[in-house]
């Protein structure tokens, strides 16, 4: 009888660690891009709640990988180690789908909780106490970018800039400016206007909102928080480009079919269950709703048609 029970409780225990040692082959790692052009200390400490989220409802250990910049995410997806995305670049999410049309899939887009709105606007912004009041009035100015990849740092502007002065960056838009540079991203665009390196630098906003809380989303309320509580007393908005669609939240279609499905129910549950971490990962009092490639085929054909940088 003893042996018997022995047999027992050694079958028992052989049968927990085989358990213990599953659960711990099923964690896996999870590679959560992140966009750089912003401070880096604050986009690692706004995604720390997701990670948490994703670790505890997924059985995952979820890696937050903060790239220098937007080229890093997008080489992450094209190559696989990055998995997910929650506020993609639109041009950058056009680089990757003309690269590989079938690199990732398409969760949602981000829109106002307010409004319901699904974009933002490409702003150019200048110190208020400068005499500038249109994008005429920068002639031989210098000129600030935030990078090739950004949307509204980079390739509307210059959409813009191409057809109202000619040339492009390369040239100085036909040596309208005095100087064209790349800054490395949105917070540095600004951070060039108030140290006087720039007259005019370009960044991105909802311009929907509070104008001295730096309206629902976009750079000026992540600089806010990061400890520019005048910031909007101290620039002045001088152009603003039409509506640009939200940035789509994007899975890699190199995670296995029934993983990636998990993935994807798990980003919706946060949005629902932690809408508070949403809105501190997506930079705004954003939620997700239903889209598809046609919302942002204008934005991938402006891609796909520009010529020189980005």
């Known amino acids: 009888m003893k042996i018997k029970q022995i047999a027992v409780t050694t079958a028992l225990l052989m049968s927990g660690l085989v358990s213990i040692q599953a659960v711990a082959e099923e964690r896996r790692e999870l590679n959560l891009g992140i966009l750089g052009g912003q401070n880096a200390t604050q986009q690692i400490g706004d995604n720390q709640c997701v990670k948490d989220f994703f670790d505890k409802n997924l059985n995952v250990d979820t890696k937050l990988r903060n790239a220098s910049d937007y080229a890093g995410v997008i080489q992450g997806l094209l190559g696989g180690t990055v998995d997910m995305?929650?506020?993609?670049?639109?041009?950058?999410?056009?680089?990757?789908?003309?690269?590989?049309?079938?690199?990732?899939?398409?969760?949602?887009i981000t829109i106002d909780d307010d409004d319901m709105s699904r974009g933002y606007h490409s702003v150019i912004v200048v110190k208020a106490d400068s005499p500038y009041k249109t994008l005429e009035d920068l002639k031989g100015k210098h000129m600030g970018f935030a990078e090739?990849?950004?949307?509204?740092?980079?390739?509307?502007?210059?959409?813009?800039?191409?057809?109202?002065?000619?040339?492009?960056?390369?040239?100085?838009?036909?040596?309208f400016f005095s100087d064209v540079t790349f800054s490395g991203g949105h917070e540095q665009d600004i951070l060039g206007v108030l140290n006087g390196q720039f007259d005019a630098a370009v960044t991105w906003t909802s311009m929907i909102g509070n104008v001295d809380e730096g309206y629902?989303?976009?750079?000026?309320?992540?600089?806010?928080?990061?400890?520019?509580?005048?910031?909007?007393?101290?620039?002045?908005?001088?152009?603003?480009?039409?509506?640009?669609?939200?940035?789509?939240?994007?899975?890699?279609?190199?995670?296995?079919?029934?993983?990636?499905?998990?993935?994807?129910?798990?980003?919706?549950?946060?949005?629902?269950?932690?809408?508070?971490?949403?809105?501190?990962?997506?930079?705004?009092?954003?939620?997700?709703?239903?889209?598809?490639?046609?919302?942002?085929?204008?934005?991938?054909?402006?891609?796909?048609?520009?010529?020189?940088?980005?």
């Open 216 to 310: 629902n989303t976009g750079a000026f309320t992540r600089m806010i928080r990061n400890g520019y509580p005048d910031l909007m007393k101290d620039i002045r908005i001088i152009w603003q480009s039409p509506l640009i669609p939200n940035g789509p939240i994007l899975v890699s279609n190199k995670l296995e079919p029934e993983f990636k499905q998990q993935v994807i129910d798990i980003i919706k549950r946060l949005d629902k269950e932690d809408h508070a971490c949403f809105v501190k990962a997506v930079a705004g009092k954003m939620h997700i709703d239903e889209t598809n490639l046609e919302e942002f085929a204008p934005i991938i054909e402006l891609k796909k048609n520009a010529s020189g940088r980005g």
């Open 85 to 108: 995305v929650f506020s993609m670049s639109p041009s950058s999410f056009a680089t990757v789908h003309l690269k590989d049309p079938n690199a990732v899939d398409i969760v949602g």
């Open 148 to 175: 090739a990849d950004s949307t509204s740092g980079y390739l509307i502007p210059d959409n813009e800039f191409k057809k109202l002065f000619g040339g492009n960056f390369d040239d100085k838009y036909g040596n």
